[in-house]
């Protein structure tokens, strides 16, 4: 492929990082330039910190270049502190202001939204646990608070006993319905849980003590999920609510080798055939039920994956052969599918390849593809696919991408050869925020920010389509607007549960003498979709998402009824490609049901199906997310527009992905993607497999790649096996800014004052006596997973790892403390291998750890930890005595320091490490100095502290 990446554009062109004398970071300094020929641009974000050093204010170079002529300019956003350094009010100009107030103990109480709404949260007794009971939510016009969230706890009893429910929340009520957890593992994974909706679609509104009261709210239909799990706590069977069974395999890596279903009444099928897998753990082949193999092929050096082919085995056909080109910090600049023909229409060449380029700061500014000739202006409907797959005309287009100094996306430029295939797409940006609207909304910057409300929502989706938001900043309903004060009128609601994931969907459209009503279900792995005109059901439809189904999103259409044009227990694997995006969908034959192609920041550029009815059964689209009636594609906390390359509400999660929180993937949709509508990752580098989510009962927030803390098994091996990536296994490690091979760049020193001077990362080749330091720190403190072997080294597959370098004595259940102990004694001067220890001492024995010497005079000794933050929804957890099964850093809740030689001051127990480390808020940590190693004389030999140690090649 002819690669279009040209080096002259990002020449001359660093990061840089200007920090004050406290080491904190002030300025962040990037060179913007979009062509090779063009000017650049020196764009500045500005930081500045309290007395503390906190940060207090971040603001970016378009609203700062604009406060210099208009005084009433806000920065993006201004953080208040209290006197304990937890935060306190945080003023965005995308998301408004929001106040919160955290108890005695340092957990949540009291916030105050940007919208006006006052939530509270109601704790046990100071004499209990101090377990969450309620929460309560009051909008400004009312009088009284209601409550949205009642949780009631185990009592202990012999019944709940026996199902491990002792100390657990078995009846959580949220703003959906009711949770009923059922019964969970010894090793605390949710074996049965049962979900209720709320009767007549009403909107939740508990009563405490009352549970009566509270029982006839519910419908009576109730959802129960079943599961089974091995001894290292990994999935081997799931029973949704309609008797539907999955069933997984894995091999001895502890990685999904196969999968099958069987729907209720019928016989089992294959899904997964067979996987393979590199030693680096990257997919190498699957095959799928359908009878087709997909290959998998990376570049050796970069691990890049540079080609995907898929072939049907009953006639060999290739289906599928994705090349992708890479520029050289990895963003894609070429894909390319020969399977496809060139095709030619009114003498132009049209060849089944995109191209990509960029500018200094990896912003999409080009992109070229092809498309279908009868696709108009791209808005919020769907074009209609063509028929049949294999006799379409296509021609090419050129989208440019044109960005202001914020990143905001403000005009798409499209050119294309069809008749009327030209048009410029116009985004109007407001003059002191990052809200942003189509210009048919109003061209005037000064009118944008009246076009949503006070929290940063969207309030109109296109002319004519009203937005309505619930008190949790969620999309609760999309209206017609000129039918709005009608009583019957055209809309689509939404419900949520308590960890923000959408339950039920509910469509409603005016009909000449009727109204049809299309209803969604969410469940786990299954969606229940009934259409009805008034009472009268006209369809009932079970759609099974297959958890575990390598690359395809494999879905089962299954009618109680079976419909008389189409194919009942139908099964469609769809097939994405580099982004998620779902591009070609196959039946159980391997035949090729539908073909469609997508433009860089969402909607379709080809669609073409065999039959309209099978059309009108494809949910997952861009991304592999589904999309709205609407328009909108639903990512779990957001909603995406894709014909304007926006979010449409601020990021619940603040400033993880920058100051910016309507941008999309940092306006690279290519190279990057976002799981959930938070933060964005590569997509390429994600891991292949994520298991089945079926999370205990959650108190705020969701991540179904968060570690699962539980039993003798290593945090590591918990992580993998959940498919959760080294960096979120070892938790704080990845916190601080590290390198290869043992500096700290100066472009990842944080804005919490860590420097090259406060950090250093030794080589794996240790001294003899740290050795004998670490095993006898280890011996000392009972062994709290202490050892964790990284999955890719030179001994191959983890599990072969083990059974070469575990004692026999360890393996018999001796478990990771016997294992590490035996490991060091065996290895003492010798090369630990990638290992990460964890120790619980006192700060006696961290300062002699601390003053431990390599072998090289010029080499530092590793770090030891002083303190680090923590969101208070993690500390509020563990005070209720919770199982975080959750991701609380990705949670917009205050950050709590920790100060780890102070560690039972706060009342966490050494127990509480492992559910703290996963939490860690990003950049948070701080160490002991030179010049600061001398305060762990004065810290009381009897107080619990933490010492943490990372190796690193």
């Given amino acids: 492929m002819t ?43 500005r930081h500045q910190y309290d007395t503390h050093g906190h940060l207090s204010q971040s603001i970016d170079p378009r609203l700062y270049a604009a406060m210099q002529t208009d005084s009433s300019v806000k920065p993006n956003f201004t953080w208040h502190y209290d006197l304990t350094g937890n935060l306190l009010r945080t003023e965005s100009v995308d998301a408004g202001q ?127 999920t079943q599961s089974t799990f091995d001894t290292t706590g990994a999935l081997l069977t799931q029973t949704d609510a309609k008797g539907n069974i999955q069933r997984l395999a894995y091999n001895v890596a502890g990685q999904l080798k196969g999968s099958k279903l069987t729907v209720q009444g019928q016989s089992e099928q294959i899904i997964v055939k067979s996987l393979t897998y590199s030693a680096a753990g990257q997919k190498l082949q699957e095959e799928h039920g359908n009878g087709v193999i997909t290959e998998y092929t990376y570049e050796p050096e970069t691990q890049h994956l540079i080609s995907i082919t898929m072939r049907r085995t009953s006639d060999t056909r290739l289906l599928q052969d994705l090349r992708y080109e890479y520029d050289p910090v990895g963003n894609v ?84 050869s069809a008749i009327k295939g030209s048009y410029t797409k116009r985004i109007t940006v407001s003059n002191r925020s990052n809200r942003a609207v189509p210009s048919e909304l109003t061209d005037n910057p000064m009118q944008v920010d009246t076009l949503f409300d006070a929290g940063g929502n969207q309030n109109t989706l296109t002319p004519g389509y009203h937005l309505d938001w619930n008190t949790r900043g969620q999309l609760q309903q999309v209206t017609l607007a000129a039918q709005r004060n009608s009583i019957n009128h055209n809309k689509e609601w939404y419900h949520y549960g308590s960890d923000g994931t959408r339950l039920l969907k509910v469509n409603e ?34 759609v099974i998402t297959i958890g575990e189904a390598g690359r395809a999103q494999v879905r089962v259409l299954h009618w109680e009824k079976p419909p008389t044009d189409i194919k009942n227990n139908q099964v469609r694997y769809s097939y994405d490609n580099f982004t998620g995006s779902s591009q070609l969908e196959l039946d159980d034959k391997g035949r090729i049901t539908s073909q469609e192609e997508y433009y860089p920041f969402g909607g379709t550029s080809l669609w073409a199906t065999k039959d309209q009815i099978e059309a009108n059964y494809k949910f997952i689209r861009y991304s592999g997310k589904e999309r709205d009636a609407t328009g909108l594609y639903y990512y779990g906390y957001r909603y995406y527009q894709p014909w304007v390359g926006r979010w449409l509400s601020a990021d619940p999660a603040g400033t993880t992905d920058g100051v910016n929180l309507y941008r999309m993937v940092r306006n690279n949709p290519v190279t990057l993607h976002d799981p959930d509508g938070l933060t964005p990752e590569q997509w390429h580098t994600r891991e292949a497999f994520k298991q089945l989510p079926f999370s205990e009962h959650s108190l705020g927030t969701r991540d179904e790649l968060a570690p699962k803390i539980s039993g003798t098994n290593s945090l590591w091996y918990e992580a993998y096996h959940g498919q959760t990536k080294e960096r979120e296994a070892l938790g704080l490690f990845n916190e601080l800014p590290f390198t290869e091979p043992k500096v700290a760049a100066a472009e990842e020193i944080n804005l919490h004052g860590i420097t090259t001077e406060n950090v250093t990362v030794y080589r794996v080749e240790v001294a003899q006596q740290s050795e004998k330091f670490l095993y006898t720190a280890i011996t000392d403190t009972g062994g709290v997973k202490i050892a964790v072997p990284n999955r890719s080294n030179e001994h191959g597959d983890r599990e072969d790892y083990l059974s070469k370098t575990m004692p026999a004595e360890a393996r018999k259940g001796g478990g990771w ?52 933050d923590i969101p208070s929804a993690v500390f509020k957890a563990i005070a209720e005595d919770a199982t975080l099964e959750k991701d609380y850093k990705k949670f917009p809740t205050a950050p709590m320091n920790v100060d780890v030689a102070a560690f039972n001051q706060l009342g966490l127990q050494p127990h509480h490490v492992d559910l703290l480390v996963g939490s860690i808020v990003p950049k948070s940590g701080r160490v002991y100095s030179e010049n600061e190693h001398w305060q762990l004389m004065d810290k009381s030999s009897q107080v619990t502290s933490r010492s943490l140690i990372r190796r690193r090649q």
Avoid at 384 to 394: A, E, F, I
Avoid at 522 to 542: A, F, G, S, W
């Fill in 333 to 416: 600049i070429n894909t390319r599918n020969s399977t496809e023909a060139t095709r030619f229409w009114r003498n132009q060449k049209v060849v089944p390849k995109n191209t990509y380029t960029y500018d200094s700061l990896y912003q999409l500014t080009e992109a070229t593809g092809r498309e279908m000739t009868n696709i108009v202006r791209q808005n919020h409907q769907l074009p209609s696919p063509v028929l049949p797959t294999d006799n379409n005309t296509y021609t090419k287009y050129i989208r440019t991408y044109t960005y202001d100094r914020g990143g905001n996306l403000t005009q798409i430029q499209h050119n294309s």
């Fill in 98 to 224: 929001t106040v919160r107030l955290n108890d005695i103990e340092g957990r949540p109480i009291l916030t105050k939204t940007a919208t006006g709404i006052i939530q509270t949260r109601q704790y046990e007794a100071s004499s209990l646990p101090g377990r969450l009971l309620s929460i309560s939510e009051q909008e400004a016009w009312e009088t009284t608070p209601h409550v949205t969230e009642l949780l009631i706890w185990a009592r202990n009893t012999p019944e709940e006993k026996n199902r491990n429910l002792a100390g657990q929340c078995v009846n959580h009520y949220d703003s959906a319905g009711l949770i009923r957890l059922e019964s969970r593992s010894l090793t605390g994974t949710v074996l049965s849980q049962t979900r209720q909706l709320l009767a007549d679609d009403q909107e939740a509104n508990w009563i405490n003590d009352n549970e009566a009261a509270n029982q006839s709210r519910l419908d009576k239909q109730t959802y129960t």
């Fill in 817 to 868: 403390y016997q294992f590490a102990k035996n490991y060091i004694a065996a290895n003492k001067g010798k090369s630990s291998g990638n290992l990460a220890f964890y120790n619980f001492g006192n700060p006696r024995r961290a300062l002699q750890f601390y003053e431990q010497k390599t072998e090289n005079p010029k080499e530092k000794f590793p770090f030891v930890i002083k303190s680090f």
């Fill in 3 to 45: 690669s279009f990446f040209d080096p002259a554009i990002f020449a001359n062109t660093p990061t840089i990082n200007v920090q004050d004398n406290r080491g904190l970071t002030i300025r962040e300094i990037n060179v913007h330039r979009a062509s090779a020929s063009g000017d650049t641009d020196i764009r500045i974000t």
């Fill in 509 to 542: 459209q005016l009909t000449q003498y009727s109204i049809q009503q299309q209803r969604v279900i969410y469940l786990p792995q299954l969606e229940l979709r009934t259409t009805q005109n008034d009472q009268n059901i006209t369809e009932n439809l079970q």
